[in-house]
């Protein structure tokens, strides 16, 4: 396991579960999807991601990093779930069984993952909740759950399925070896373990376990054990007709919106905001190696600290602020353009977003308030064991007392936002949805006269599904 893998499982705990998120919606097929279905189709591709069937084990004395082995008592049936809603189905219900299963921490003696299968939903839809921990999916060795399952057409590819047999469990005399000889070949790997494992002995201490109180402000909180998510969608073309008014590019334009929304919630809660309120956003982008082309399906990821200009009333100025602070990203060269990594062969937003905030969460001493992730998806439909998935919405989990994280799709025509927050300190999501909302189509407006779009076909976001 790698420093940082080690890292985000040392962290786990009941207030900052170490776990990515994403839901899925699926739109009702000629085969509709039940959990039989489910179950098999992730028998018959599991093995494209064999640490799905792995475990942590810790290195006697701590020694060095956990290693993966085989679980020997590996069950699908405790990782793959089902839950229903209650009638009619809303979407409203959905969101807070989503808000209550992404705080419930993963079993760290099984798998770090679980697949939940929604139904009830309105419509004859299904729901599919992803969660992965961060110390699983690192978009390298391992990719997310959800791109295995992804087909490009409602027709499943045939997969060569083989027998799988659990290697055997390593001893402890031979585990210490392999530690100390990896140590030898890695020294500065090993001694950050070593570190890594002294401070949390360390802080279990009497005296010395405390917690540093969270900064003050909107967005910080010691946060609790519990969680709310909020959802957006809204139409992709909304987004190009103001970049073609106003130029910069539809990444900018969805930051805009969220600064705008931003400023909007404060607002609603009588919050002061002056000229000069900002925050600071973390922001993994991705960058491309020397031959032009992402280094891998993870693709290589930065964290850009990017300052939302939250203070600024008009749309347009907030819009060419937030197109400014990410010029010199654009001008290097190393972005990666929105359709070269929705085109990737095998694409699924979700392993981005998790890389993303595995970035963000790597870099948090850059002291950043909010993590947002932004990743473009396919724009025609894909399909999930013959089911045509419909909507899409990250869920980037919180750390270091930030009380917001907002995840952001596009797919299909459509741009989806996941709004995670603590339920304690953030109880108005929802409104921080719509205030997102309402920033968009004040830059909409903007564009006047030219402005020709189709209906918006938006899903409110509290409205009834």
Known sequence: MSPLDAMFLNQDSATVPRQIASLAILEPGENRLDYDRLVQVINDRIDIVPRYRQIAMKVPVGLGAPVWIDDENFDISAHVRRSALPKPGTMESLRELVGRLIARRLDLDRPLWELYLVEGLSGGRVALLFKSHQALVDGSETIDLAQVLLEETE?????????????????????????VNHNLRRPAEGLRIAEMNLGRA??????????????????????SQHRRFASLETTLEDYRMVRGEHGGTVNDVILAAIAGGLRGWMLTRAEPVTAKTRFRAMVPMSVVAEDGLPTSLGSKVRGHLLSLPVGESNPVVRLHQVSYALKDHRETGSAVAANKLANL?????????????????????????????????????????????????PCIP???NRAVSIGVTSYNGKVFYGIVAD?????????????????????????GSRRTRAPRGRTRPNAKA
């Open 155 to 179: 027709h499943e590819r045939d997969i060569p399925h083989e027998n799988w047999d659990p290697r055997p469990v390593p001893g402890a005399a031979a585990l210490l070896i392999d530690t």
């Open 202 to 223: 360390a802080s279990r201490l009497p005296g010395i376990g405390g917690r540093s109180p969270a900064p003050h402000g909107i967005l910080s909180t010691e946060l």
């Open 345 to 393: 062969p095998g694409f699924a937003t979700s392993t981005f977003h998790a890389v993303g905030a595995r970035v963000a969460d790597a870099e948090s001493g850059r002291g950043h308030q909010i993590v947002v992730t932004n990743v473009p998806g396919p724009q025609g439909p894909v399909f999930m064991a013959g089911a045509q998935v419909s909507e899409v919405y």
């Open 398 to 400: 919180l750390s270091d």
């Open 423 to 447: 339920r304690d300190a953030v109880p108005d999501a929802d409104v921080l949805a719509q205030c997102i909302d309402d920033a968009l189509v004040e830059m909409v407006e903007t564009v």
